[in-house]
């Protein structure tokens, strides 16, 4: 059974810091590349950063030198966590956690997200 949950979300000021926490359930996520992607309003969801299982990161433009991202895996349950500092209004979005692979906007499995909203 697989299974997401996303949390760690707030409203935050210009400037603030947030940590995501991810438990992510199930082989297909133990086994494989994870990544945070986010959805603002009338935007479609976005990559924001991917983690292998060997560690290896991939920021996007936007966000490298303020975000980070790790894993844990314990057995079938891998936790995945972004650091976010620096926080922008242009930051504000639903964050979710998924499989990061290609084809990943044709996951059939989300979780509920995560809002982050950046505002003074």
């Known amino acids: 059974q697989v299974q997401l949950v996303e949390s760690g979300g707030g409203l935050v000021q210009p400037g603030g810091s947030l940590r995501l926490s991810c438990e992510a359930s199930g082989t297909l996520f133990s086994d494989n590349a994870m990544g945070w992607y986010r959805q603002a309003p009338g935007e479609q969801r976005e990559l924001v950063a991917g983690i292998t299982t060997g560690g290896v990161t991939n920021i996007i433009a936007s966000v490298k030198g303020r975000f980070t991202i790790s894993r844990v895996n314990a057995g079938n349950t891998v936790y995945v966590q972004m650091r976010m500092n620096n926080l922008k209004p242009e930051d504000t979005a639903v964050y979710y956690c998924?499989?990061?692979?290609?084809?990943?906007?044709?996951?059939?499995?989300w979780g509920q997200g995560t809002q982050v909203t950046v505002s003074s």
């Open positions: 998924n499989a990061w692979k290609p084809g990943w906007k044709n996951l059939e499995v």
